[in-house]
């Protein structure tokens, strides 16, 4: 009796392992019904051994630096102009006036509809990507500045107006501080949508080193497991700056009491 | 008296919110009559304005807007209905969630987009393939904020409920329906745009027709006037789609702030 329990609550533990499992082994019993089946089910050996090729060649290692690389630039570049704008808007009601409904209207416009304009404009090599990936990173920056320093408690402000701030001491001993969380908040969507639109960018203008080019490669010479190779490190990587960066949030925000 | 301030005041911010917007279009039309740049360049507003009269004019932007629209609506649709029955499943039953939560989550790590090749090779360039896209871009958002209005219902409701001897339909109608709908909602808006920008972006990779598609063969041509109408009417089309599931996530959330 007490054995049966016990397996069942490893099988309650375990459960999450059982979907993939059984996908792994329909795959791999699909991938043994003919050659025909062999172009989408490529068989699971196959695909690790794809793993080993690209690791070996050094081509996923080349291919992923350069779209993290893309991608920081970008949010780097947009991070900073999002918060000077965000900022500014926050702390002048007439740029707020003359800057946000800007704003609001070109943000409607999906990012990724920018890029035949932008490769018109700048050409397809690494500059258009950068640009594509700085917007995206720019917007939720800064909305989430602007609504960071709007929402500053109002005895902050008039406390900096007694010790006779300026805008700019404002701007840096008090609205800043106060509208951390909100911008680290940002700063984890801008990551999102700066990673999504660099692969996106890369799946576009297809030039130059990054996964979105080595999945298109892969694509056209009909190399499944080397796609999906590509998609698991963009799902991994994605993770794993996620994780850090949520990391860093939580040093950064160690000194707000906890809710 | 005071009207007329509060009608001035009104007058003058308003005014204000164009400002920038025509600063933009003056700005945009002098760069072009000073003719800084070559007319390949940057066509002036007039120009892009005539185009998008020839386009319409034409039946061509109709039919690619039919088109876009067809694929984003029937994508959409299931994306939407899968995602909530899985997430109603996965939200009320302890099993079903924990058989798929690991899955899900480490699906929902890969942006839509990187799948385009790997679908490509699985459905070919045809409809099937933008549809299982946008259908993938809508399914995890609903399903994330569906299961997550079910888990947030509190416990005391369904006791009250309980205490109350409500009926199964009147439990739905007055207590879950209220309860989860406006979490939903804003699921659906934010998949929606995901939506949409993805649908764009398939269409400019592989499609024979569609607003993409156009701004792509606008690109190959390098009929910079096609790509700004492009530009235009996605933009527009982004925030119509917002503008609308907003007004109805005001209309059925009223009775919150009352």
Known sequence: MNIINQFLLNVKHFSGLLLPITVAVVWEFMSRQ?????????????????????????????????????????????????????????????????????????????????????????????????????????????????EGMRGVEHKYVEVASVLKFNRLQLLIHVLLPAATPSIMTGLMHALAFAWVSTVGSELLFSTGPGVGGLML??????????????V?????????????????????LRWRSVR | MKKIRDLANSLHTNALFFVSPILLLLAWAWVCSAGIFPEQILVSPAGVYQTAHELWGSGELQSHLHDSLYRLVL????????????????????????????????????????????????????????????AKAAFFPITMATYDAVKGIPRSYFEVSKVYQLSHFSLVRHVILPATVPPILTGLRLALGRSWMVLVAAE???????????????????????????????GLIGFLLDRSLRSVETHLGRWQQS
């Open chain 1, 34 to 146: 003919g050659d025909a089946y062999t172009y989408i089910f490529v068989p699971l050996s196959q695909i690790y051994s794809g793993f080993v090729e690209l690791i070996q060649s050094g081509e996923l290692l080349i291919n992923l630096v350069a779209t993290l690389q893309t991608t920081v630039i970008g949010l780097v570049i947009g991070g900073f102009a999002g918060l000077f704008v965000g900022g500014l808007m926050a702390v002048s009601p007439l740029a707020n006036k003359l800057i946000g409904p800007l704003y609001h209207t070109l943000r409607q416009v999906p990012l990724l509809g920018l890029i035949p304009l932008i490769a018109l404009w700048f050409g397809n090599d690494l500059f258009s990507k950068i640009l594509i990936v700085s917007l995206a990173a720019f917007y939720p920056i800064v909305l989430n500045t602007f």
């Open chain 1, 217 to 230: 490669m892969a694509q056209e010479s009909s190399r499944m497991d080397i796609v999906i190779v590509a």
């Open chain 1, 232 to 252: 698991v490190s963009i799902g991994l990587t994605g993770l794993l700056m996620n994780a850090s960066l949520s990391h860093l949030r939580q040093y950064l």
């Open chain 2, 204 to 234: 400019l990779i592989a499609a024979d027709s569609g607003i993409g598609q156009m701004m792509e063969m606008g690109r190959q041509m390098f009929r910079i006037d096609i790509v700004l109408v492009g530009v235009l009417v996605t």
């Open chain 2, 75 to 134: 994508g959409f649709a299931i994306g939407v209905l899968l995602g909530m029955v899985f997430g109603v499943l996965m939200g009320l039953f302890k099993p079903i969630d924990a058989f798929f939560a690991p899955s899900f989550n480490a699906l929902r790590q890969v942006p839509t987009i990187a799948f385009i090749p790997m679908l490509v090779m699985i459905f070919g360039v045809e409809e099937t393939f933008k549809i299982v896209v946008v």
